[in-house]
């Protein structure tokens, strides 16, 4: 047979003046080929003709029944033999692997440079006795997506939504920190895969064999078993040998190294808002849980007043610049 190396190697001898009797003497070939091959200008490649097979009849049958459930081969082969098939198991069990339509949808695998990314979600967990009463138990879930790294926290409630609403302090505590927040789709797991086994292993093998007597235990035995960051890799579908995890902690340490380094001063959890003001008059303003007056020694129109609520109480303090 010849292929398109033999192709292009014809019809160079033949621009090199060589008539197609001397092509054939050349290149240890029949007369015949070699004149149909220059009358051809583009090279295509022969197609085996289809031999029948004692599987034909019953093709339709077999591509009917996987479209109704995913039998298997043998599964396959059994009613069609109840059908008077005679042939072996090799064909169909190829003919069953071009034909099968696919179980799951393919995505592309994501990779992440050290320090590049973190992956949040939420994970729901039945309930969990607080107090006299029963409380459903959620737990916040990080993963760092390069080495695998995970932190968890268990709380009681926490809120959900179709529609993303960023919180002011989220955007605020975001920018103090230098990171970028992108939320993903709804109902779209394949876009955070690492935090997704980090839920699924929080499920599977964290809380199975904890007690949920008591909620005020859990996050203690997280951080017994969990840490800040996890010491196990969050995919645990077999068991990993303590190479990985070793591999794991030296990632981690690239990762930490590589990460942004923390502005010097905390996040302070503070409001900034612009009031309008007379010196012989107190400003009100909201805040979070409650509202306050500031009043002001100015003859400025606008005076900018920071403020904060003190702790266990209803009264707000301005704060020195």
């Known amino acids: 047979m010849i292929d398109y190396a033999l192709s292009c190697k014809i019809h160079d001898l033949s621009k090199n003046s060589l008539k197609s009797q001397q092509i054939a003497t ?37 591509v009917r029944l996987l479209q109704h459930h995913e039998y298997t081969s043998v599964q396959l082969m ?51 006795q607080v107090g006299n009463t029963r409380r459903r138990l959620r737990f916040f879930v990080m993963v760092l997506a390069y080495s695998r790294m995970m932190y968890v926290e268990f709380v009681l409630s926490h809120p959900r939504g179709e ?25 779209a797991p394949n876009e955070k895969g690492r935090v997704e086994n980090g839920v699924g292993y929080v499920k599977k093998h964290f809380l199975n064999g904890i007690g949920r007597d008591s909620f005020d235990t859990l996050n203690p035995a997280a951080a017994d078993t969990v840490r800040l960051l996890f010491a196990q890799p969050c995919d645990t579908k077999k068991p990993h040998p303590p190479t990985s995890q070793t591999v794991q902690k030296t990632k981690y340490r690239l990762e930490k190294q590589l990460a942004l380094k923390p502005p010097p001063f905390k996040f302070r959890k503070k409001k900034l808002e612009n009031v309008n003001s007379h010196y012989t008059y107190a400003t009100s303003f909201a805040g979070n849980g409650g509202r306050g007056s500031v009043r002001t020694e100015s003859t400025s129109s606008s005076n900018v007043v920071q403020f904060r609520r003190l702790k266990g109480s209803e009264r707000f303090q301005p704060l020195e610049r």
């Open 26 to 62: 050349e290149m240890a070939l029949g007369l015949k080929p070699v004149k149909r091959w220059l009358q051809t200008e583009t090279f295509t490649q022969r197609k085996a003709s289809e031999r029948a097979s004692l599987l034909d009849p019953h093709k339709a049958t077999i």
């Open 78 to 128: 059994q009613k069609i033999q109840e059908a008077g098939y005679k042939g072996g198991y090799t064909i169909l069990k190829d003919y069953v692997r071009r034909v099968r339509p696919p179980s799951k949808p393919a995505f592309l695998m994501l990779s992440f440079d050290p320090g590049e990314c973190g992956q949040v979600d939420w994970g729901s967990a039945g309930v969990v």
């Open 163 to 187: 529609k993303l609403v960023l919180h002011s302090k989220y955007i605020d505590f975001a920018k103090h920190y230098g990171f970028e927040i992108s939320a993903c789709k709804v109902r």
